[in-house]
C-alpha cells in the first residue's frame, strides 16, 4: 500500500512493509490484498504494457501508475517507462512517468534510477515537469541533503502552472488538500519538514 496523502521523502513513494499491519473494514489484513494485487500486476505486466502507447494520456498515466506497484519484472518495466518517456509529448504523463520510474525504483531499490534521477533534475534540455519530477523522485530516493541548485531549480520551474499541469497525476491528487494543491504540498513537506502540514494544523483545536 502506497503511503496515500504522505508526502514526506522517506514515505511517499513507499509501500506498506511486511511489519506494518493496516486492516480493512472487514478485519481483513489490508497488507495481503495490496501484496496480492501487487503480485497480479506483476503477473499480467505484458498486458498493461501496451496501454503505455495508449492514444488517450490518462490511460497511459493510469498504466504507468499501476505498473509502478509490480512487485516483480521490475527491470522490463523500467525500460518501458524510459523508451516510452522519449516518445512522450504530453507534459502530464511524462511527470507521471518519471514518478513512476521513481516509485518502482524505490520498491526494487534500483540504485541507477538514483543516478538518473540526480542527472536528470539539472538538466536544462530536459522539460520543466520532467525536471520537477525528477527532483521529488530524486528527493524520495535518496536521504542526502538537498542541494541549493536543486531548490534553485524548483523555484524557477515548480509554478502555478506546473502544479496545474501535473495536479490529475495519481500521485498529486493524494497529496493535495483543501489549502494547497499536491506538488507545492510535497514540496512544503519535503523542503521544510519541520513546519506542521496547514492542513494538520487548522484541524488541531490547541493550535
Known amino acids: 500500500m502506497q503511503h496515500q496523502g504522505v508526502c514526506t521523502r522517506a514515505d511517499m513513494l513507499r509501500f506498506c512493509g511486511d511489519d506494518e499491519w493496516f486492516f480493512e473494514v472487514t478485519g481483513y489484513l489490508q497488507n495481503w490484498s495490496v501484496q496480492a494485487a501487487r503480485d497480479a500486476i506483476a503477473a499480467d505486466t505484458d498486458l498493461i504494457l501496451p496501454l503505455l502507447d495508449d492514444h488517450d494520456p490518462e ?18 518495466i523500467l525500460s518501458a517507462f524510459h523508451a516510452r518517456l522519449l516518445a512522450e509529448h504530453d507534459p502530464a504523463v511524462r511527470a507521471g512517468l518519471v514518478l513512476a520510474i521513481a516509485q518502482l525504483a524505490r520498491a526494487h531499490q ?54 496545474r499541469l501535473m495536479a490529475p497525476l495519481p500521485w498529486m491528487r493524494a497529496a493535495e ?17 519541520d513546519t506542521p502540514d496547514a492542513e494538520d494544523r487548522w484541524d488541531d483545536p490547541w493550535s
Open 110 to 163: 534500483d540504485s541507477r534510477t538514483v543516478v538518473w534521477m540526480r542527472t536528470c533534475w539539472p538538466d536544462p534540455a530536459r522539460p520543466p515537469e520532467v525536471r520537477v519530477s525528477a527532483a521529488l523522485g530524486w528527493m524520495c530516493l535518496t536521504d542526502l541533503p538537498v542541494p541549493d541548485e536543486l531548490r534553485a531549480m524548483l523555484d524557477d520551474f515548480a509554478i502555478h502552472e506546473t502544479a
Open 177 to 193: 488538500n483543501t489549502n494547497s494543491s499536491g506538488l507545492h504540498r510535497c514540496l512544503s513537506t519535503m523542503l521544510h519538514p
Open 59 to 76: 490511460v497511459r498515466i493510469g498504466a504507468a501508475y499501476v505498473l509502478a506497484a509490480a512487485s516483480a519484472r521490475a527491470q522490463s
